[in-house]
């Protein structure tokens, strides 16, 4: 099993910013994939980015040019950088890994965006 604990969430105002971060443990070997979704109050789960052990970043074209993945393999730790954050960006985020053919979810850190 891989745990996941999110933090760095919290209220900001619009056009501020906030950094996430995402901390593995467990059976953190041969993760492959580590990765952010949002889901925002009434809508559906969505992808925003990930960072892989191939291949450059990959973003959801909603934060494209606002937000940056990026990972710390001494720490299993992914970190989401927000820039320019818009009442659109409030949502609950969830960070997320793949290891093995399996999926894991953390338990999700509350972003709100708000004057």
């Known amino acids: 099993q891989v745990q996941l604990v999110e933090s760095g969430g919290g209220l900001v105002q619009p056009g501020g910013s906030l950094r996430l971060s995402c901390a593995a443990s467990?059976?953190?070997?041969?993760?492959?994939?580590m990765g952010w979704s949002r889901q925002a109050p009434g809508k559906e789960r969505e992808f925003v980015a990930l960072i892989s052990s191939v291949g450059a970043p990959v973003y959801a074209d909603s934060v494209k040019g606002r937000f940056t993945i990026s990972g710390d393999n001494a720490k299993s730790t992914v970190y989401l950088q927000m820039n320019s954050l818009s009442s659109e960006d409030t949502a609950v985020y969830y960070c997320?890994?793949?290891?093995?053919?399996?999926?894991?979810w953390g338990q999700g850190t509350q972003v709100t965006v708000s004057s």
């Open positions: 997320f890994v793949n290891r093995g053919g399996q999926q894991f």
């Open positions: 467990g059976i953190i070997s041969s993760i492959n994939v």
